[in-house]
């Protein structure tokens, strides 16, 4: 069974923007704000560096990404996403995504603002493991 549902499956490709949260090597977490999508069933960001991000994945593969929405749920507290997974990094294809995410999070007419001949860049693949919050995704 899938963990990306429908439902997180379209809260993952609104164009909300995702907390995600990496393990430094004196374990405390690290946090970055990026954009996100789906390829392969898996949940991608791209990152044009080896920021600190990428090279704390490329040691510890434990991440969580959290993602907040303003639909109110059921008990009246704002929906939100929590996925914990383990994450990949692959060399290059990052300007290629950040173009496509470009177009959910900026408009859909919108050109990524890249520099001239971007690097290849990062891109992380997380899979996810569980799936909890307040919304539809929290059995």
């Known amino acids: 069974m899938t963990l990306l549902t429908p439902?997180?499956?379209?809260?993952?490709?609104?164009?909300?923007?995702?907390?995600?949260?990496?393990?430094?090597?004196?374990?405390?977490?690290?946090v970055s704000v990026v954009w996100c999508g789906i390829e392969d069933g898996e949940i991608v960001s791209g990152h044009l560096a080896r920021y600190q991000k990428v090279r704390n994945v490329e040691r510890n593969p434990q991440v969580a990404l959290s993602i907040e929405t303003d639909v109110p749920g059921a008990n009246g507290l704002?929906?939100?996403?929590?996925?914990?997974?383990?994450?990949?990094?692959?060399?290059?294809?990052?300007?290629?995504?950040?173009r496509r995410l470009a177009r959910v999070y900026?408009?859909?007419?919108?050109e990524m603002p890249l520099p001239p001949d971007p690097p290849a860049g990062f891109i992380t693949r997380i899979t996810p493991e569980k799936v909890t919050g307040n919304g539809p995704w929290a059995t």
């Open 7 to 30: 439902d997180v499956h379209a809260l993952l490709t609104a164009g909300r923007l995702v907390h995600l949260v990496t393990l430094n090597a004196d374990g405390s977490p690290q």
């Open 78 to 98: 704002m929906e939100y996403l929590v996925i914990n997974g383990r994450a990949r990094i692959t060399e290059g294809g990052a300007p290629e995504l950040l």
């Open 106 to 110: 900026l408009g859909p007419d919108v």
